[in-house]
């Protein structure tokens, strides 16, 4: 059973940093497709950002680009989402996501429905 657990939420003021990890507890860490997700309060679920396998590839959501970097360290098994220029939008809760690839494909989508595993998610609040 694949586990996926994040941390590193909290509340920060406008401006501010904040560096989201996401461990994935499965032996073949470094075969899954990884993604960010987040959830406003009262709004749907919606794509944040993505890497491959081999973090040839990201995808980042339009209003995150150049704000937010998203890497992977498959020898810890962990994922990263960097958060910087924070802004009251993006507060929400903060999931990450794992879509099992092939060995050696660095496919990457989007699309919430493909991602198979699901971490409980870590509140990010961004106030003044």
């Known amino acids: 059973q694949v586990q996926l657990v994040e941390s590193g939420g909290g509340l920060v003021q406008p401006g501010e940093s904040l560096r989201l990890s996401c461990v994935i507890s499965?032996?073949?860490?470094?075969?899954?497709?990884m993604g960010w997700f987040r959830q406003a309060p009262g709004k749907e679920r919606e794509f944040v950002a993505c890497i491959s396998r081999s973090s040839i590839k990201t995808v980042y959501e339009e209003s995150v680009k150049g704000r937010f970097t998203v890497s992977r360290d498959n020898a810890k098994a962990t994922v990263y989402l960097q958060m910087n220029r924070l802004k009251p939008e993006d507060t929400g809760v903060y999931f990450c996501?794992?879509?099992?690839?092939?060995?050696?494909?660095?496919?990457?989508?989007?699309?919430?429905?493909?991602?198979?595993?699901w971490g409980q998610g870590t509140h990010v609040t961004v106030s003044s």
């Open positions: 996501a794992a879509l099992p690839v092939d060995q050696y494909s660095d496919y990457i989508t989007r699309r919430e429905i493909e991602y198979v595993y």
């Open positions: 499965e032996r073949s860490r470094d075969t899954y497709a």
